[in-house]
T-cell receptor, first 112, second 115 residues
Framework: GQQLNQSPQSMFIQEGEDVSMNCTSS?????WLWYKQDPGEGPVLLIA?????ELTSNGRLTAQFGITRKDSFLNISASIPSDVGIYFC????????????FGTGTRLTIIP | GAGVSQSPRYKVAKRGQDVALRCDPI?????LFWYQQALGQGPEFLTY????????KSGLPSDRFFAERPEGSVSTLKIQRTQQEDSAVYLC?????????????FGQGTRLTVV
């Protein structure tokens, strides 16, 4: 099935560094979401974006819905150990609570 | 608990065996989704229910996969004659409304291993 292109695939950073990851699609989405998944758990929603150009923050996390509706990025500032995990973007093509198309994931590792 | 509950957490099946995976959504949630997550990949959509109606089953990979939600609450995903490529984590998610900007909560998933 289709998966969105997410980059980078993995990141190795030191505690306190800022992180940036993005997600691109060949088709338009009307909703962009960012999730974090820890081992053995389901994805947990971090940020939801519903309008092209929208910039939304949740604590140290900031995400933007691209103007073209085909991309989104997520920034994490001043990373801490609990930020370790896999981050997924997800897009929804239709207005209405329907299926999500997920990205391939970015694995974040913090080097001590 | 108050979250989406899935059982069993782990299932090992011999190739050719039938399996049934259960999802208990958050009480009162209207929408229910099933996703399949292969190792190292993002979740992929399987099927979607609004109450007891299965509105979208376009992601089910073959006719060996069947999902039901007969009373609009608990849902079961059944896989017949399991094959090795069915090995994955199966995630269930529910949301209280079918309207946009009401996002779903995911369960912990069931890890299926077919040997």
């Amino acid at each position: 099935g289709q998966q969105l292109n997410q980059s980078p695939q993995s990141m190795f950073i030191q505690e306190g560094e800022d992180v940036s990851m993005n997600c691109t699609s060949s088709s338009i989405f009307n909703t962009w979401l960012w999730y974090k998944q820890d081992p053995g758990e389901g994805p947990v929603l971090l940020i939801a974006l519903y309008k092209a150009g929208e910039l939304t923050s949740n604590g140290r996390l900031t995400a933007q819905f691209g103007i073209t509706r085909k991309d989104s990025f997520l920034n994490i500032s001043a990373s801490i150990p609990s930020d370790v995990g896999i981050y997924f973007c997800a897009g929804r093509a239709n207005f209405g609570n329907e299926k999500l198309t997920f990205g391939t994931g970015t694995r974040l590792t913090i080097i001590p | 608990g108050a979250g989406v509950s899935q059982s069993p957490r782990y299932k090992v099946a011999k190739r050719g065996q039938d399996v049934a995976l259960r999802c208990d959504p958050i009480s009162g949630h209207v929408s229910l989704f099933w996703y399949q997550q292969a190792l190292g990949q993002g979740p992929e959509f399987l099927t979607y229910f609004q109450n007891e109606a299965q509105l979208d089953k376009s992601g089910l990979p073959s006719d060996r996969f069947f999902a039901e939600r007969p009373e609009g609450s608990v849902s079961t995903l059944k896989i017949q004659r399991t094959q090795q490529e069915d090995s994955a984590v199966y995630l269930c998610a529910s949301s209280f409304s079918q309207h946009y900007n009401t996002e779903a909560f995911f369960g912990q998933g069931t890890r299926l291993t077919v040997v």
